[in-house]
């Protein structure tokens, strides 16, 4: 399979997210400002594909039991989450919480999250956007310089 396809699936699993495709676009040897574009414009993707799944295609998975529990358990578990931070701080704690790069914090989350909570689309599109470009940046810091003291450190 091609490098940059598998770069941009990894961006669009829900927990790697960019915490796993830009790693792996710097170890594929790609530089690190390519590699922070190429992971978050996909990992941006996310937001409305969610948005469109969660407003189309779950309806119809929640008829099966089995999807139905584990999408209300997941529901709750985000809008646990997320809703301490919106409440206090609104879109820019939505941002806030997308931008920290952790496992589930990221777009896959915080959308479904701003879907649960009702915010606005529009606005938190933007928002979780602007989160993900914030965690791009703190993603690929980490992992560029973080690569280069392991190359330093092995030779």
Not at 59 to 78: D, G, M, N, Q, V
Not at 104 to 121: D, H
Not at 144 to 150: H, S, T, V
Request: a positive charge; proline letters at 5%.
């Amino acid at each position: 399979m091609n490098d940059l396809i598998q770069i941009i699936l990894l961006n669009l699993a829900p927990i790697s997210e960019l915490r796993g495709g830009i790693p792996l676009a710097l170890a594929y040897g790609y530089s690190p400002f390519f590699s922070f574009l190429l992971c978050t414009i996909a990992n941006i993707l996310v937001v409305p594909i969610v948005f469109i799944f969660l407003e189309t295609i779950n309806k119809l998975f929640l008829k099966i039991p089995a999807y139905s529990r584990f999408f209300h358990k997941t529901l709750e578990r985000s809008r646990k989450k997320i809703h301490e931070k919106v409440e206090k701080y609104g879109y820019f704690g939505l941002m806030l919480f997308v931008a920290v790069p952790l496992p589930v914090t990221g777009a896959y989350t915080g959308t479904l999250g701003a879907w649960a909570l009702g915010m606005s689309k529009k606005r938190a599109f933007a928002y979780i956007s602007l989160g993900v470009i914030l965690a791009g940046v703190i993603v690929t810091l980490v992992a560029y310089y973080g690569i280069q003291a392991l190359s330093f450190l092995i030779k």
